[in-house]
């Protein structure tokens, strides 16, 4: 069975701290993604990474970086956050052939 | 002009109902369709690919229909678990996916 995980479900965090969001897929998958979701905009793409070490932007990447330092691990940082990044974040990871994307549970995350 | 628009809903729908979701895409470079299904709470997950012949996977029917950029969904016979927010998504290459807002279906008894 595929499996995404992600570190926290739910994250409460100060304005101005650095938050790191984790997420684990043991699929063997080169393309992970990282997306957030707010209500009537529907999930927007804010990098993704097509194999080690290499990252892409995505939609919306202001006021975020990412690190894919091994094959099965991508990682999202808030390098100062803001509250208009309170969000569910949803972390994803591609099986290609079929471009079927897995998802993980997702962390909401409140900025205060 | 959003890249894919929904109708948001709220759908709602009796048991046995017959319900049909539409969806339009500005891409014309677009190569797949997919819809996925998101429980409250939950993580989106597949529901099933949208072909150009159109396609059925037991009571959902997905057609496509390339010329007018839209994509349907059909569900028959809807049942209390198929409450949930319809995702119309597609891909124009390189594993990127374009997520619609979803439409959201209560089915009540």
């Known amino acids: 069975d595929v499996k995404v995980t992600q570190s926290s479900r739910y994250l409460v965090k100060r304005t101005g701290e650095k938050v790191f969001l984790e997420c684990v897929q043991d699929m063997d998958h080169e393309n992970m993604f990282w997306y957030r979701q707010d209500p009537g905009l529907g999930l927007r793409l804010i990098y993704f990474s097509y194999d080690v070490k290499m990252k892409e932007k995505g939609d919306i990447p202001e006021g975020y970086s990412v690190s894919r330092e091994k094959k099965e691990r991508f990682s999202l940082i808030l390098e100062s956050a803001s509250t208009n990044q309170t969000s569910m974040y949803l972390c994803a990871s591609l099986r290609t052939g079929d471009n079927e994307q897995f998802f993980g549970p997702g962390t909401r995350l409140t900025v205060l | 002009r959003k890249e894919v628009e929904q109708d948001p809903g709220p759908f709602n729908v009796p048991e046995g109902a017959t319900v049909a979701f539409n969806c339009t895409y500005s891409?014309?470079?677009?190569?797949?369709f997919f819809w996925y299904r998101q429980d409250c709470r939950k993580e989106p997950k597949l529901l099933m690919s949208?072909?150009?012949?159109?396609n059925e996977d037991g009571r959902f029917t997905a057609q496509l229909n390339r010329a007018s950029q839209y994509i349907s969904l059909l569900i028959r016979d809807s049942k209390l678990s198929d409450s949930a927010t319809y995702l119309c998504v597609y891909s124009w290459g390189g594993g990127k996916l374009i997520f619609g807002q979803g439409t959201e279906l209560s089915v009540k008894p």
């Open positions: 949208v072909y150009s012949s159109g």
């Open positions: 891409n014309s470079a677009s190569q797949s």
